[in-house]
T-cell receptor, first 113, second 112 residues
Framework: GQQVMQIPQYQHVQEGEDFTTYCNSS?????IQWYKQRPGGHPVFLIQ?????EVKKQKRLTFQFGEAKKNSSLHITATQTTDVGTYFC?????????????FGDGTTLTVKP | DAGITQSPRHKVTETGTPVTLRCHQT?????MYWYRQDPGHGLRLIHY???????DKGEVSDGYSVSRSKTEDFLLTLESATSSQTSVYFC???????????FGPGTRLTVT
């Protein structure tokens, strides 16, 4: 079945340092979404990427979708303590009509003040 | 936050007992999903629904059943709970074509 691998599993950074998490799929994706889950909370939708090579920015967050639509990355510039949480990618298979996504296992970010 | 509620929010039950978790939405979204979240496993899809009375299995559906008799409600039933089903259960909804999902607050289930 479709697999979505996410690395690293954990990342510890000093406040102000940058952070990147990577998502890789074994198959071509129709689109990919990114979610953030704060400790004790529920996943919250951040963004969706659809086009090959697409780059989107949200303040300090930069999201990229690979040219082959099999990988994606989330980069945070100058991390803050408010960035703490687990970041998940979720990929949707090409040509599915069920809206079913496969989630990566997530990258848990901790930020030391 | 989208209008999604889950009940109960916490439950402790004994092995072998039936358990039903409820997800209720006020957004009139077509798709509804049940996930479980365990340490080291991220979010794993149990079952999903693409309309009233239309459901399908996810990757970890054994031991679970679902029902959707109304657009707003999606029920997850553990027919005979086991300790391996101790987990946090999240419901999610989506409009479908755009695929982003909005999650409920979760239910923490402990099977003793």
């Amino acid at each position: 079945g479709q697999q979505v691998m996410q690395i690293p599993q954990y990342q510890h950074v000093q406040e102000g340092e940058d952070f990147t998490t990577y998502c890789n799929s074994s198959t071509t994706l129709s689109n990919i979404q990114w979610y953030k889950q704060r400790p004790g909370g529920h996943p919250v939708f951040l963004i969706q990427l659809v086009k090959s090579g697409e780059v989107k920015k949200q303040k300090r967050l930069t999201f990229q979708f690979g040219e082959a639509k099999k990988n994606s990355s989330l980069h945070i510039t100058a991390t803050q303590t408010t960035d703490v949480g687990t970041y998940f990618c979720a990929g949707t298979l090409f040509n599915t009509n069920a809206g079913k996504s496969t989630f990566g296992d997530g990258t848990t970010l901790t930020v030391k003040p | 936050d989208a209008g999604i509620t889950q009940s109960p929010r916490h439950k402790v039950t004994e092995t072998g007992t039936p358990v039903t978790l409820r997800c209720h939405q006020t957004e009139n979204h077509r798709y509804m999903y049940w996930y479980r979240q365990d340490p080291g496993h991220g979010l794993r899809l149990i079952h999903y629904s693409y309309g009233v009375k239309d459901t399908d299995k996810g990757e970890v559906s054994d031991g679970y059943s679902v029902s959707r008799s109304k657009t707003e409600d999606f029920l997850l039933t553990l027919e005979s709970a086991t300790s391996s089903q101790t987990s946090v259960y999240f419901c999610a909804i989506s409009e479908g074509w755009t695929y982003e999902q909005y999650f409920g607050p979760g239910t923490r289930l402990t099977v003793t």
